[in-house]
């Protein structure tokens, strides 16, 4: 989940490596660094600990220059944030590389390379990397070739970048298991792990397949694929602009993209729906077929999609009638689950390249499902590619780590997956209409919902000196209960659980006093009765209430219960969009008052890209 950039150019390639990174701060920030041939073809390297910024104010008191480089900011995961642990890594005579991913054998990699008189100068498994090329350098003369044997010894997953002073107007890359793409320009060329990184400099792609091997110079690109034959890969305009990963008037980026929700969940329903009917073709051109089978769904995720999946398996079994599971990917993977006849599996994820979720699609595809199908943000990712169905999300980039305009985006998405199941299962023309239509006002029902940033601001000050929180809803509402606590506790760094509300008097109470905040999501559908017996089971204990209550729900704030009411009703189907807003903007100004960086939390990253 690191993120890479590099350049082979005539001009200096600093100011673009300096720009790609930190358009990729959001996959890592706890150290970052970069390596150049210089003019007179000399490796130069620098490294700093911390965010990118601190790497700029080090090449401004001591410049280097070069026209070719790598670059990456990192996010730890063998050896803790330190300088001597950032990228890039170097070898013997002028090799240095940049990696994303974990290497799994590198502690029997490492002892061999010792023995052979190799220092090592970090904790990383990505030095290891460096000396074996350098290594097989010594044997075969030729940086592509000593990088495809030493990928071959290689057991995990890796994108790699590699410089040498003995070849300096190249750069050789590696993929298995991490994205890596090439961007083209006009007599130069560059790379990184991700397209917004690039956005400035090319809207041209070239992305790299498992296995793959490329030898990128200014004027040609060389691949071969993972049985050493050459192959082309296709070429891909990207339609983002480069101001889209900007943070414009807002102060941060996830206020910015708590705001854009409107628009994104539009354009995700946008085309998908005609005359009241939702168009199957959405998912693909063999989606009819497919969805007029389905007798089970399975889905697998992470994070915040888990959430999203478990909204989704409640509304399968209710609209359509029949069996939904769902669960961890990182669990699925290392499990043999029993797979019933006519089972859809679903992967959910923002990025596409989510390490555990990917896994567990390719599992599932040996598993003997009826067919895969991915909700998925970035039309040019791995799981999009490898899913028989695929419905986009059309979120935008999402740069803010906690995870906010892609969550309700992948609810929208999923609403249109049961809706189409749901029509095959029988459900008539005018419900199908009704549900259609419903999605269709979410927009503007989010729009009304945001008008409570003023009210949630004031209610944030009742958080920031607190410790604890409890989050509970009910039903599909459990599920956004469980992302109000995950926001609250990523960006504000306050320890927070999520319950389903009846299960409070299982445990849970014996938490709860005047010092523990509960939160209570309340829209008026059948279970608003049982769900007031569970509040009063919270006040009955001293407990500090908070519940964002439909306006139906007749609930009256008093001592110890404060009811934040929502400014419009939402349908079962629109709920879990409508209730996560002022969860999300409640978040976000605990985590102001209290100080903490918003859009980079401590100890994370946005795109999980290994195990």
Known sequence: ???????????????????????????????????????????????????????????????????????????????????????????????????????????????????????????????????????????????????????????????????????PDCIVLAREGCPVVIGLGIGENFVASDVAALLPVTRRFLFLEEGDLALVRRASVRIVDAAGHAVERAVRDSELSADSVERGQYRHFMQKEIYEQPRAIAQTLEARAVGGRLLDAAFGPGAPSIFARVRAVHIAACGTSYHAGLVASYFIEQICGIPARIEYASEYRYRNPVVTPDTLFVTISQSGETADTLAALRAARAAGYLSTLTICNAAESSMVRESDLVLLTRAGPEIGVASTKAFTTQLSALAMLVIAIAKHRG???????????????????????????????????????????????????????????????????????????????????????????VVAVAPNNEMIEKLKSNLQEVRARGGQLYVFADPGAALQGGDGLTVIEMPAAATALQAPVIFTIPLQLLAYHVALLRGTDVDQPRNLAKSVTVE
């Open 427 to 517: 459900i008539g023309e005018t419900v199908e209409r009704d549900l259609v239509e419903q999605l269709l006002h979410l927009p503007a029902l989010v729009e009304k919902t945001l008008q409570l940033d003023p009210q949630i601001q004031r209610l944030a000050e009742k958080f920031a000196d607190k410790h604890h929180a409890l989050f509970v809803g009910r039903g599909p509402l459990y599920a956004i209960a469980m992302e109000g606590a995950l926001k609250l506790k990523e960006i504000s760094y306050i320890h927070a659980e999520a319950y389903a509300a009846a299960e409070l008097k299982h445990g849970p109470l014996a938490l709860v006093d005047e010092e523990m905040p």
């Open 1 to 167: 989940m690191c993120g890479i950039v590099g350049v082979v150019a005539e001009r200096n390639a600093v100011p673009i490596l300096l720009e790609g990174l930190r358009r990729l701060e959001y996959r890592g920030y706890d150290s970052a660094g970069l390596a150049l041939i210089d003019a007179e073809g000399v490796l130069q390297r620098v490294r700093s600990l911390g965010k990118v910024r601190a790497l700029q104010d080090a090449l401004a008191q001591d410049p280097i220059a070069g026209t070719t480089g790598i670059a990456h900011t990192r996010w730890a995961t063998h050896g803790i944030p330190a300088t001597r642990n950032a990228h890039p890594h170097t070898s013997r005579d002028g090799i240095a590389i940049v990696h994303n991913g974990i290497i799994e054998n590198h502690e029997e990699l490492r002892g061999d390379l010792r023995e052979r008189g190799y220092e090592f100068t970090s904790d990383t498994d990505t030095e290891v990397i460096a000396h074996r090329i350098h290594q097989h350098l010594g044997h075969s003369g030729s940086l592509f070739e000593a990088v495809r044997k030493t990928v071959a010894e290689l057991r995990g997953a890796y994108a790699l970048a590699v410089v040498s002073e003995q070849d």
